[in-house]
């Protein structure tokens, strides 16, 4: 499994219309997207100097799965609200480990 983690430092420009719309996107995402195993997302609570805005964190069944998953047209539908309006972007995916039989996550 693949855990893919972004994080968006959001221009002054993201205004609440179209943070609505973006997080609309994020939501009609989950389970409709092949191969995403799960989304999460959420605004930053502490608002420090070294915070990040917002966190989408989405496990994907296999590196191929996030090649759908960035072309896919719900993904697509999402990027003109977000992309214009970001100042910094991040990213890792890295893999998880299969739990072990009879572990509990």
Do not use: C, Q
Request: proline letters at 8%.
């Amino acid at each position: 499994m693949i855990r893919h983690i972004v994080m968006f430092r959001f221009k002054d420009t993201f205004t609440p219309d179209i943070r609505d719309a973006w997080t609309a996107g994020l939501e009609a995402m989950a389970g409709n997207i092949p191969g995403l195993l799960s989304l999460t997302h959420g605004p930053d609570v502490m608002g420090t100097g070294k915070s990040w805005d917002h966190v989408i964190v989405a496990d994907f069944a296999s590196r191929e799965d996030i090649a759908v998953y960035n072309t896919h047209p719900l993904h697509e539908a999402i990027k003109p609200y977000s992309l214009p309006n970001v100042r910094d972007l991040a990213y890792v995916d890295f893999e998880l480990a299969a739990p072990a039989a009879g572990s509990t996550p």
